[in-house]
């Protein structure tokens, strides 16, 4: 495994993150406790350091059973965690997204809150769970300074998410140079990581990204084929069928990433992340220890060469020769600016 810096915190995070949202819900499969705790030791084991969680995953469950490794092997863990969303005052409905609550009061009680389930006095990384653009207001900077100031966060950063947009507040978070930021982004879909690629090259910003979903759903890393029927409350299931029979069509036109048995699919695709230096960690969606032992080795296989990014820039380009809609469109992007921030990305027609 190799290590990065995110941002200039200082904070060092394996390149092959573990996004612990797995293990605090059953949205990818349920799994007791003493499975989610064996997972976490596995992957620190295979030399996976960073661990991505928040406090609305699980209502506290996915920081809760960190906090039990943390207490054991704290000095081996970086550990992140989001805080944003009010599911203190909020019951969860299926999938649907929380309300959220960015007064400075609230985040403040929330990151004590956080850390009292992890077992710790400070985190290595807080991130603001997608906030909107109008969420960022001077007094919640200036209390992200001041939890640093105080010790309680050694980096800072800003989360994405569920879904794939967010622009504006991508950008902001880019600009204002907060240490990280957490998006969607995977070989077959681009635009918004090439845009966020983009601006930190543009502003010589510290900030460093971090990608998720690298594995575009279980596309990439083949374990939703033709013959895959996803179960009922599996996370995936929200993908349109167009997606996934588009998908199995690209698959082929990138199989030279495989390098002859060099690196699996799974692995190029972290790897084509990892190959843009703005790129801290990815953290991709572990569910179950053979994803970890191939995943975290990822790290480890040869590097993109600059030709096989160009060619892989190309046929995003061209939509890898496929000529159907593939049921994901780019006027489905999120924004929080009535598009303007999509417009201005040339990601929405005017």
Known sequence: ????????????????????WVVGTDWWGDRDEDD??????YALDAGI???DTGDVYGHGRSEELLGKVLAE??????????????FYNNPQAGHGELPKDYSVDY??????????RLGVDHVDYLQLHNPNVAELTDEVLDLLDELREEAVADAIGVALGPSI???AEGDFAIEHELDGLQYVGNVFEQDVHRHFVDTVERTGSPTSLIPRVPHSSGLLNEQVTPDTELGEGDHRGFRPDEWYETGWEKLEAIRFLERDGERTMGQAAIQWLLSFDSVASVTPTFRSKADIDEWAAA??????????RERVADLYDENFGVDRFDGMAKEDYRTSVDGDDLRDANLMAD
């Not at 915190?9 to 390149?15: H, I, R, W």
């Not at 092997?73 to 009010?86: A, F, H, P, S």
């Open 1 to 20: 495994m190799h290590y990065r810096e995110l941002g200039n915190s200082g904070v060092e995070v394996s390149e092959v993150g573990f996004g612990a």
């Open 36 to 41: 989610a705790l064996e997972m976490v030791e």
């Open 49 to 51: 350091t960073y661990f």
């Open 73 to 86: 092997r704290g000095d081996e863990m970086t550990v992140g965690t989001k805080v944003g969303y009010d």
């Open 107 to 116: 985040l403040r009680d929330a990151v004590e809150r956080s850390l009292d």
């Open 165 to 167: 947009g967010w622009l």
């Open 299 to 308: 790290s480890e296989t040869p590097p993109l060469s600059d030709e096989e």
